[in-house]
């Protein structure tokens, strides 16, 4: 990945209303929009998170990013543009957490299997698949698009608890 000269963009937290805002489609294909996934991977990769989408940077574009186990011991990289998802297989239960909720984790139910669809930086198809833990970070990342964080699928009780439990981190504090 290519050096910045400035430091990555801050990730947005729950309360700034891009992240409660669905996205608009990318309609143009070029190096604003490179740029722009350059740096989400490098927010991302400060915050060492799996998954992160351009509203949790201020952008409200359908794009995402993900540095994500993939199941098979290896890792699922990339971006979508745009993207579609389908669900399938058996509920999965397991802790979720969000860069934009910092700190706390809570059970959340998705489908054990995702399939996203889109197109990449230079508008040419790309497909993802996965199961487990990258198919959840597909269903997250494609929440964040239309405006919906994790929290947001729990009840109103426990989505209390999980924001009175957010902590600051050095990547989203502001200065």
């Given at each position: ?73 290896g890792r ?58 990258l198919a ?40």
């Amino acid at each position: 990945m290519p050096r910045m000269s400035t430091p990555p963009p801050k990730i947005r937290v729950v309360g700034d209303p891009v992240l409660a805002t669905p996205t608009r489609q990318v309609t143009e294909f070029d190096a604003a929009l490179a740029t722009l996934i350059d740096q989400m991977f490098a927010s991302l990769a400060v915050a060492e998170g799996v998954g992160l989408a351009a509203p949790q940077i201020g952008v409200d574009l359908a794009v995402f990013v993900y540095d994500c186990p993939d199941g098979s011991g290896g890792r699922a990289r990339g971006h979508v543009v745009n993207p579609t998802i389908e669900t399938s297989g058996e509920p999965d239960l397991s802790d979720e957490g969000c860069l934009s909720v910092p700190g706390p984790y809570y059970e959340l139910e998705r489908a054990w299997a995702a399939t996203v669809r889109g197109v990449d930086k230079d508008a040419k198809p790309v497909e993802v698949s996965g199961t487990g833990y990258l198919a959840r970070c597909l269903q997250h990342e494609t929440d964040h698009l239309r405006g919906v964080l994790y929290i947001d699928h729990l009840p109103r009780n426990r989505r209390r608890r999980v924001l009175r439990d957010m902590e600051p981190f050095p990547w989203n504090e502001t200065g």
